[in-house]
């Protein structure tokens, strides 16, 4: 059987699906008006829609081009391969089983088919039919492994920084790794915005990433946490009011930022000055550090699901554990106490309350 003028463009990565899809689609049909390329929009909610979108592309396969001249059928970021009801539908998967069918047999000269397919659920016949069936072009994730944390995630995104030959400081990955985390499309895509910025030789800071890369709202409780750790007062009162403006509730930056991070620095600065550990020049060099110590001066330490010691966070505090005492830390501990009482007992606003909370332990002292 010969090669089908046909490709799938699949995976878990979304964002790069589309990416790729649209620039297969402007390469196969440059150009293209209504006769040249006709798409057909994959992205539903319902048995019946998926059903109705995969008989339009049938039809569509096995209607002749106009005047004779060649036709691209885009059947464009269906959901209905996914592992969800409309996906496990009978319905949908017998509707697929007779594209499937119209795939194996010659298409009518001048056409090309590109499917893209986002999460697909690579158990099922249809994606096995049609990896078989068509050019494949896979856009996954990256699968880090059963353990990935943090760590891992910034060594990952390190790693696509310095493949561009981009001068960028441990700070400034750590950020763009709290914005983008594993999407390696949107990763790429920023990328070369940075480049363009910057150019490969010019240094960027942290500061740069955040004036360059939208925040979300899990990059905004990173930011706080890592500007208390810093001690940039500034940065995290500004961070607060973006968090605020953004809707977050003032007890969720509380609970999911701010203490950890208080906890996290005075757990490590307690360690330090017990047992005589400087402050580690990256946060991944902290746990052969805590390895060292016997396991009773460790196990009241933050771990991963996996029983694991969360070490990388650990790390960041330790690098910042110079910026605070012992003394200003177990205040900070109590502090962050009484502003939980306060958002459940006052008529004080979450912004006056954690503001005066962050003036109150990361001023310094005159």
Not at 161 to 176: C, D, F, P, Q, T
Not at 258 to 286: C, E, G, Y
Not at 302 to 323: E, F, M, Q, W
Request: proline share 5%; with cysteine.
């Amino acid at each position: 059987m010969s090669k089908k003028p046909c490709t799938f463009v699949t995976g878990s990565d979304e964002a790069a699906v589309k990416k790729a899809a649209v620039a297969l689609a402007a390469e196969i049909a440059p150009g293209a008006d209504a006769f040249g390329l006709e798409t057909i929009d994959g992205a539903v909610d319902t048995v019946d829609a998926a059903a109705t979108k995969i008989h339009e592309t049938c039809q569509a396969l096995q209607t002749m081009p106009f005047l004779g001249g060649t036709k691209l059928v885009w059947l464009k970021s269906a959901t209905f391969l996914a592992d969800s009801v409309t996906g496990r539908s009978e319905t949908v998967l017998s509707a697929l089983e007779n594209l499937c069918e119209i795939l194996k047999e010659p298409l009518p000269p001048g056409l090309t088919f590109l499917m893209s397919a986002i999460e697909p659920d690579k158990r099922r016949s249809a994606y096995k039919q049609l990896t078989k069936l068509c050019k494949t072009v896979l856009h996954d994730k990256p699968d880090l492994g059963f353990r990935t944390g943090e760590e891992e995630i910034v060594a990952w995104t390190a790693s696509k920084v310095h493949e561009r030959g981009l001068k960028i400081s441990h700070e400034a990955v750590e950020v763009l790794t709290a914005r983008i985390g594993l999407d390696s499309g949107q990763l790429d895509n920023e990328l070369d915005k940075i480049e363009t910025a910057f150019g490969p030789g010019h240094p960027i800071e942290a500061r740069d990433i955040r004036a360059l890369v939208p925040a979300t709202r899990e990059s905004g409780i990173f930011d706080i946490g890592n500007a208390i750790a810093a001690r940039d007062l500034p940065l995290a009162l500004e961070t607060l009011s973006q968090l605020l403006r953004q809707r977050e509730s003032g007890i969720g930056i509380l609970l999911a930022s701010i203490v950890p991070t208080v906890r996290n620095l005075l757990a490590v600065k307690d360690l330090m000055v017990r047992h005589h550990l400087q402050p580690p020049s990256q946060p991944h060099f902290f746990g052969s550090m805590l390895n060292r110590l016997k396991p009773a001066d460790i196990e009241h330490l933050p771990r991963k699901k996996d029983g694991t010691l969360n070490t990388y966070p650990l790390g960041i505090a330790a690098r910042n554990s110079v910026h605070y005492t012992s003394a200003e830390l177990f205040r900070a501990m109590q502090g962050c106490a009484e502003a939980n009482l306060q958002m459940v007992t006052s008529q004080a606003g979450d912004e006056v309350i954690l503001t005066r909370l962050l003036m109150g332990f990361m001023l310094r002292a005159a």
